[in-house]
Each structure stands twice: as C-alpha cells, then as structure tokens.
C-alpha cells in the first residue's frame, strides 16, 4: 500500500478516534487518563474497528516529555504519523493535515461507501457504473462477472463504463480511487475499492443490485423490490 493510501486510511481514523477519545475513554474521577491507557485503547479502538483487515497498524511509540496533552506515534504499513491526545481523552490532533470538521462519507453493507450528498453521474440521463481494473489483478476477474450478472438485470436503464488498463475516467478513477483495483463507483453514490469475494458471489450480486435500484429509482419494479 503506497502512501497516499496510507495518508487516508489514517485520516478516516482520526476522525472516528476523536468521538472515541471523548466517549469511551473511561475516565477517571480526576478528568486524566494514564498516558498508556488512553494510547493503547485508542490503538485497540483503531485496530478493531477502523482499518481493513490484513492492514498493517502499530504503535511506534509513546513519547515521555510532559505536557498538558500524550503525544504518541502511529505506524501505518511503514509510514510514522505523530499524533496528540489530550489528558482527559476529548481532542485529537495529528499532522496528516485533515479537518477533522469533514464530514466523511458513511461506510455502508458490502464495505461501499455512500456519498449522501452526491450529484449522480449519468450518461443520457441515466446513471453510470464505472470498473476499473487490470488484466493481472486476480481480485478484478472474480469482480467482473459478478458486477455484470448484476447489470443484465438492468437492460438499458445504466450505462456499464469498464476501464481495464486504459486512461479513460480518470477524474472518476481519482475522485474515488487511492491507487488500487478494483475500484467500482455507482453513479458517483456508491464506491468501493477492492472486491467483495469475501461475500461471496450471491451476497455481493445483492448489495449490487440493492445500490443500482437506488440510482434508477426503484426500476425494473420486478428487481427492485
């Protein structure tokens, strides 16, 4: 995973951390948590919850220096990312540059993303879904039939963009993309990066279809029930 990819994970931790530090911190009567309390359920939190598994996450340090607030070091797939958590566990900060006032778009079933406030792609008026891919990417071949078994239900009411190795798209593959494939966008509503073998074929034609029919409006009625 290069970095970028790295960069944004960690952000969409920070966020997420910041309501956790808050909430579910346990503190004590004093208003303070111990410095490798607060760290190491935040660690736990972010490993739990929060990345994809297989991902790589540790805690590279805790640094001593006293302070008003615990500054501690995150270690995501090999890149270092400081980070500080105030005493009593409500602010976060971090230097990945985010706004932490962002709204992030909500991860939803299938492990897509929905951007509520979505403009939808359409192509003569009707939504687009967009694949990405390679010819060397394994993850790709069992995304593209599936994907396409869900289309067919759909006639002509979408227009099915698949770019293999090609440039076309790009501004989509770079709005919703962070360097991998496959990559599949659902009118600009829905996105994922990364397959859903681990549903297996029959659950992800489902969450499929269930994200069309929202795009065309509930049509064919006799899919969209």
Same mark, same amino acid.
């Given at each position: ?42 660690? !736990? ?53 985010? !706004?932490?006032?962002?709204?992030? !778009? &909500?991860?939803?079933? $299938?492990?897509?993303?929905?951007? &509520? ?5 359409? &192509? ?13 990417? $394994? ?34 593959? &770079? ?38 029919? !929202?795009?065309? $409006? ?8």
């Amino acid at each position: 995973m290069n970095k970028n990819i790295s960069i944004i994970v960690f952000s969409l931790v920070m966020l997420v951390l910041v309501v956790f530090a808050a909430m579910n911190l346990n503190q004590d009567q004093s208003g303070c948590l111990p410095k490798e309390e607060a760290v190491n359920k935040a660690m !736990d939190y972010i490993k739990k919850n929060l990345v994809e598994d297989g991902m790589e996450v540790s805690l590279a340090q805790i640094y001593s220096e006293d302070s008003p607030y615990y500054k501690f070091q995150i270690d995501i797939m090999g890149s270092l990312y400081d980070s500080i958590v105030t005493t009593d566990g409500a602010l976060l900060f971090t230097n990945a540059g985010f !706004d932490l006032n962002e709204k992030l !778009d &909500e991860r939803v079933e $299938g492990s897509f993303y929905v951007k &509520e406030d979505a403009e939808i792609i359409t &192509e003569d008026g009707k939504p687009v879904v967009y694949l990405f891919t390679t010819a060397e990417c $394994g993850h790709c071949a069992w995304e593209k039939p599936v994907l396409a078994e869900a289309l067919e239900q759909f006639g002509d009411e979408v227009v099915y963009k698949l770019n293999e190795d090609g440039l076309d798209d790009m501004d989509v593959y &770079e709005q919703f993309g962070t360097g991998g494939v496959p990559l599949i966008v659902l009118g600009g509503k829905y996105y994922r990066e990364g397959s859903g073998a681990n549903y297996g074929e029959e659950l992800e034609k489902e969450y499929l279809t269930n994200y069309i029919c !929202d795009l065309t $409006g509930g049509i064919p009625e006799d899919i969209c029930q």
